[in-house]
């Protein structure tokens, strides 16, 4: 018996691993497959504009007043021009608008081979960049930057034997180069290199030139090197009163400085230098969830309004997980009605951006979400001044996220005592205390060193939700087995130290890290959103409503502790038994609507539309179809143990007479 037991659990164990295993797999490889294609027209159009841009900067250096100054310039921008003509001919998945790109190059091209003068190509040249930039999603862009100094020194590492110490072009290698390294302190050529093509220019280099692809670097160092090159032209300084919101992060790095104040004229030339000198004021900008809300959504509609419905949807799944999602329960607060509303409509503007739409149809959505989230903004703006209202919002998302690992956790450490396995107790310590320290690292990770999207973040909480949904499952329908055993202290007697081996131990581990995780990693990212809607001076309110939801936790873990432990060994377990059930139910329905934003499974609503927020209930055919199996397969497992244990009971009986029936507790 004690063999066939551990058997079992080793097999769940493993059944348990291999599905988290093809669920990872499956959210990798999903959208990559689906997108292998596109992408690589994409990137072909990334470098056609990066190399529209170079003739834009570097036309000068080779033509002036209609004669070749330059001769090696000049033959460099009748190649980079006849570059652009042949790409965008070869490319396989033409674009919507691909006569009209041709026809661009070629006028480009011809405009060079006639010397014409410079302001003539800049214009040729940035339209054409502009077109072919319009056909592409939009950069994602860092969260933040890597502290100055620390790119001053990157910099001086990788660049500075070319570019020289300051970036004047002048490093000790400079002269053996030809074309010469860019000289970023040039502020004419400055005025007319964006930051995407200093950031495309590191990433992948520039054929024809010594300039190598410095892809070894991370993400976050090629866009501060691309912020830190693009600054040094242009005297530091506070940026312009009052012109800084007229500006987006998104259009800083796409336009180079010239464009962007032509093209705004409510910006001046002067507020866009001191910006690329100084850009921190964009990057906390762009931190407040609702811009970014904002924001993404514009974007996902004019993909769609281009054809690019896969780019459009994927932008609004971000506009939700990496903006409106923070914000929610501080909204909940102040309004809840609004903010089920504002889910509603994200959700159905998502299913919008998939394919065409009628005429209006996006445009009238779009309004109506826009305005929602302008009432959402002026009442948490509002609630900003309310310290009551800060204190009850970080009370209740600990209280929301810490009760269902706290239950976990106590129900493990409860039949630990019970069974008289209290060296066990180690075990799931160990996990529950490693869970709050990788999720504190992994959230202080994705602020400085790696980029977790919203989609990831809604991908790694739907798994670990799955993996404790069955986990739970197993070990309640097992608890459930025992609840009705005539001889259950014998059996505790006789087989615990046995069946409680080292493997099943660290498997309690497991899953009390798995619990907590996942409550820890989103825990943190909910504060964090609540602070950006705080001044300092009311931190202290934030701090004293998680100072008493650690207090409630802490009061209810002493409670359960407590009482269980003086319930009947069959009370106990039977009690368990539900509550593990109940977490189970609860768990599946946060994993399906985790992976529903995130896009990796449909939602079909229900007829009649509500949500139930503390057991995870939300109106979607999906999601009440997989809680309903939750309970399926525990009334089928249970169901056929109780058959399984009254045959046995009704054997044991006819061969031991002598003996009164056993009776269930």
Same mark, same amino acid.
């Given at each position: 018996?004690?063999?066939?037991?551990?058997?079992?659990?080793?097999?769940?164990?493993?059944?348990?691993?291999?599905?988290?295993?093809?669920?990872?797999?499956?959210?990798?490889?999903?959208?990559?497959?689906?997108?292998?294609?596109?992408?690589?027209?994409?990137?072909?159009?990334?470098?056609?504009?990066?190399?529209?841009?170079?003739?834009?900067?570097?036309?000068?250096?080779?033509?002036?007043?209609?004669?070749?100054?330059?001769?090696?310039?000049?033959?460099?921008?009748?190649?980079?021009?006849?570059?652009?003509?042949?790409?965008?001919?070869?490319?396989?998945?033409?674009?919507?608008?691909?006569?009209?790109?041709?026809?661009?190059?070629?006028?480009?091209?011809?405009?060079?081979?006639?010397?014409?003068?410079?302001?003539?190509?800049?214009?040729?040249?940035?339209?054409?960049?502009?077109?072919?930039?319009?056909?592409?999603?939009?950069?994602?862009?860092?969260?933040?930057?890597?502290?100055?100094?620390?790119?001053?020194?990157?910099?001086?590492?990788?660049?500075?034997?070319?570019?020289?110490?300051?970036?004047?072009?002048?490093?000790?290698?400079?002269?053996?180069?030809?074309?010469?390294?860019?000289?970023?302190?040039?502020?004419?050529?400055?005025?007319?290199?964006?930051?995407?093509?200093?950031?495309?220019?590191?990433?992948?280099?520039?054929?024809?030139?010594?300039?190598?692809?410095?892809?070894?670097?991370?993400?976050?160092?090629?866009?501060?090197?691309?912020?830190?090159?693009?600054?040094?032209?242009?005297?530091?300084?506070?940026?312009?009163?009052?012109?800084?919101?007229?500006?987006?992060?998104?259009?800083?790095?796409?336009?180079?400085?010239?464009?962007?104040?032509?093209?705004?004229?409510?910006?001046?030339?002067?507020? +866009?230098?001191? /910006? =690329?000198?100084?850009? %921190?004021? &964009?990057?906390? @900008?762009? *931190?407040?969830?609702?811009?970014?809300? $904002?924001?993404?959504?514009?974007?996902?509609?004019?993909?769609?309004?281009?054809?690019?419905?896969?780019?459009?949807?994927?932008?609004?799944?971000?506009?939700?997980?990496?903006?409106?999602?923070?914000?929610?329960?501080?909204?909940?607060?102040?309004?809840?009605?609004?903010?089920?509303?504002?889910?509603?409509?994200?959700?159905?503007?998502?299913?919008?951006?998939?394919?065409?739409?009628?005429?209006?149809?996006?445009?009238?959505?779009?309004?109506?979400?826009?305005?929602?989230?302008?009432?959402?903004?002026?009442?948490?703006?509002?609630?900003?001044?309310?310290?009551?209202?800060?204190?009850?919002?970080?009370? +209740?998302?600990? /209280? =929301?996220?810490?009760? %269902?690992? &706290?239950?976990? @956790?106590? *129900?493990?450490?409860?039949?630990?005592? $019970?069974?008289?396995?209290?060296?066990?107790?180690?075990?799931?310590?160990?996990?529950?205390?490693?869970?709050?320290?990788?999720?504190?690292?992994?959230?202080?990770?994705?602020?400085?060193?790696?980029?977790?999207?919203?989609?990831?973040?809604?991908?790694?909480?739907?798994?670990?939700?799955?993996?404790?949904?069955?986990?739970?499952?197993?070990?309640?329908?097992?608890?459930?087995?025992?609840?009705?055993?005539?001889?259950?202290?014998?059996?505790?007697?006789?087989?615990?130290?046995?069946?409680?081996?080292?493997?099943?131990?660290?498997?309690?581990?497991?899953?009390?890290?798995?619990?907590?995780?996942?409550? +820890?990693?989103?825990?943190?990212?909910?504060?964090?959103? &609540?602070?950006?809607?705080?001044?300092?001076?009311?931190?202290?309110?934030?701090?004293?409503?998680?100072?008493?939801?650690?207090?409630?936790?802490?009061?209810?873990?002493?409670?359960?502790?407590?009482?269980?432990?003086?319930?009947?060994?069959?009370?106990?377990?039977?009690?368990?038994?539900?509550?593990?059930?109940?977490?189970?139910?609860?768990?599946?329905?946060?994993?399906?609507?985790?992976?529903?934003?995130?896009?990796?499974?449909?939602?079909?609503?229900?007829?009649?539309?509500?949500?139930?927020?503390?057991?995870?209930?939300?109106?979607?055919?999906?999601?009440?179809?997989?809680?309903?199996?939750?309970?399926?397969?525990?009334?089928?497992?249970?169901?056929?143990?109780?058959?399984?244990?009254?045959?046995?009971?009704?054997?044991?009986?006819?061969?031991?007479?002598?003996?009164?029936?056993?009776?269930?507790?």
């Amino acid at each position: 018996m004690q063999a066939h037991w551990v058997r079992r659990f080793t097999h769940s164990k493993l059944l348990v691993l291999n599905i988290a295993v093809i669920l990872v797999a499956l959210s990798c490889l999903y959208p990559r497959a689906s997108q292998a294609e596109m992408d690589d027209s994409f990137a072909q159009l990334r470098q056609l504009a990066q190399l529209a841009e170079y003739i834009a900067v570097d036309y000068v250096e080779a033509v002036r007043d209609g004669r070749v100054t330059n001769e090696g310039e000049y033959r460099e921008m009748l190649e980079f021009s006849q570059l652009i003509v042949t790409n965008i001919s070869a490319i396989q998945k033409k674009p919507a608008k691909a006569d009209d790109l041709a026809a661009q190059a070629s006028a480009l091209q011809y405009a060079i081979q006639k010397k014409q003068d410079t302001a003539t190509i800049r214009q040729m040249s940035g339209n054409l960049r502009g077109s072919l930039l319009a056909l592409i999603p939009q950069s994602s862009l860092p969260d933040r930057l890597l502290p100055r100094a620390s790119v001053k020194q990157l910099f001086e590492n990788q660049c500075a034997s070319c570019h020289g110490v300051s970036g004047g072009g002048d490093g000790v290698l400079a002269a053996q180069l030809t074309p010469a390294p860019t000289d970023f302190s040039d502020k004419e050529r400055a005025l007319n290199r964006s930051l995407l093509g200093l950031y495309d220019a590191i990433s992948r280099g520039i054929d024809e030139t010594a300039m190598p692809a410095f892809d070894q670097l991370s993400e976050q160092e090629r866009w501060s090197l691309a912020f830190y090159v693009g600054s040094l032209a242009f005297q530091s300084g506070s940026p312009v009163p009052g012109e800084v919101s007229n500006v987006t992060l998104q259009q800083l790095v796409n336009h180079n400085p010239a464009q962007l104040a032509a093209d705004h004229p409510e910006v001046t030339l002067q507020a +866009v230098e001191s /910006l =690329r000198a100084n850009p %921190e004021p &964009l990057f906390e @900008v762009s *931190a407040d969830p609702l811009k970014i809300t $904002r924001n993404q959504l514009l974007l996902a509609q004019a993909a769609h309004q281009r054809g690019d419905y896969q780019a459009a949807q994927t932008l609004a799944v971000s506009a939700y997980l990496d903006g409106f999602e923070l914000i929610e329960n501080s909204l909940d607060t102040q309004d809840k009605a609004l903010r089920q509303m504002l889910e509603a409509d994200m959700m159905a503007m998502r299913q919008l951006f998939k394919q065409p739409q009628p005429a209006g149809v996006v445009e009238a959505a779009m309004s109506q979400t826009l305005a929602q989230l302008d009432d959402a903004d002026r009442l948490l703006s509002e609630s900003t001044l309310s310290n009551a209202t800060l204190f009850g919002a970080s009370l +209740v998302i600990l /209280l =929301r996220e810490g009760l %269902e690992a &706290l239950l976990v @956790v106590i *129900a493990m450490v409860t039949v630990l005592v $019970r069974t008289g396995r209290k060296d066990g107790l180690r075990y799931v310590h160990l996990g529950w205390v490693a869970a709050l320290l990788a999720g504190v690292a992994t959230w202080a990770a994705a602020q400085s060193l790696i980029s977790i999207s919203g989609a990831s973040r809604e991908v790694m909480e739907g798994v670990a939700a799955l993996l404790a949904v069955l986990v739970l499952l197993y070990v309640g329908i097992w608890m459930h087995s025992k609840t009705h055993a005539a001889q259950w202290q014998a059996y505790i007697q006789q087989h615990i130290n046995t069946h409680l081996t080292s493997g099943t131990l660290w498997g309690l581990a497991l899953l009390a890290f798995i619990v907590v995780y996942r409550e +820890v990693f989103e825990t943190v990212l909910f504060y964090q959103a &609540l602070l950006t809607q705080a001044v300092s001076t009311q931190y202290p309110s934030v701090i004293g409503g998680f100072a008493l939801g650690v207090g409630l936790l802490v009061l209810l873990a002493w409670v359960l502790a407590r009482y269980s432990v003086k319930l009947p060994i069959a009370k106990f377990f039977s009690i368990t038994t539900y509550l593990l059930l109940a977490l189970a139910f609860i768990l599946m329905g946060k994993a399906v609507s985790a992976l529903q934003e995130a896009a990796l499974i449909g939602i079909t609503p229900l007829p009649v539309s509500f949500e139930i927020d503390w057991i995870g209930v939300k109106s979607s055919w999906q999601g009440i179809l997989a809680q309903l199996s939750v309970l399926l397969v525990f009334m089928l497992a249970t169901g056929s143990r109780k058959k399984a244990s009254c045959a046995t009971s009704r054997t044991s009986d006819f061969e031991n007479p002598g003996v009164a029936p056993s009776k269930p507790d």
